[in-house]
């Protein structure tokens, strides 16, 4: 399990699971030193704080999947920046955004064949819990 959770999710570490009736929890951290600041480009290792970020991806071996991922939170070195703070950038994942960049991907990929209401059962046989709403959402969005 670990070797497949590094792979999926690079920039982390690999801290615990727990599987319980229909999905698996997974815990990583960050493994990030540094990070480029969005608003100005700086990079900074100036960590201010911890949170846990919470997100869906693809089903593993027929489970649903949660991630929970302990990430930074770095200052800003550059004083011209308009933004004190900012929060770590990975590639697997859109800031602010609750699935993976995988799951967003196949979601769309069932949804270009079907109609929402044909694609929310498809992906629900799947293990993967969205509804029409959330499919059109996610197409306006690209």
Not at 25 to 47: A, D, L, R
Request: with cysteine.
């Amino acid at each position: 399990m670990q070797d497949k959770i590094k792979s999926l999710f690079e920039g982390t570490k690999y801290v615990s699971h727990r599987i319980d009736e229909d999905h698996v929890t997974i815990v990583i951290e960050s493994t990030q030193e540094k990070n480029v600041c969005p608003y100005c480009g700086i990079e900074s290792e100036k960590i201010h704080s911890y949170r846990i970020r919470k997100f869906t991806d693809l089903p593993i071996d027929g489970y649903k999947v949660n991630v929970h991922l302990r990430c930074k939170k770095f200052f800003c070195i550059n004083p011209e920046c308009n933004h004190k703070t900012f929060s770590e950038i990975f590639t697997f994942i859109k800031p602010l955004e609750m699935k993976t960049d995988r799951l967003i991907e196949k979601i769309l990929e069932i949804f270009a064949y079907n109609s929402s209401r044909k694609a929310t059962l498809l992906l629900h046989e799947m293990g993967i819990n969205t509804c029409k709403a959330t499919i059109c959402n996610l197409q306006n969005k690209r």
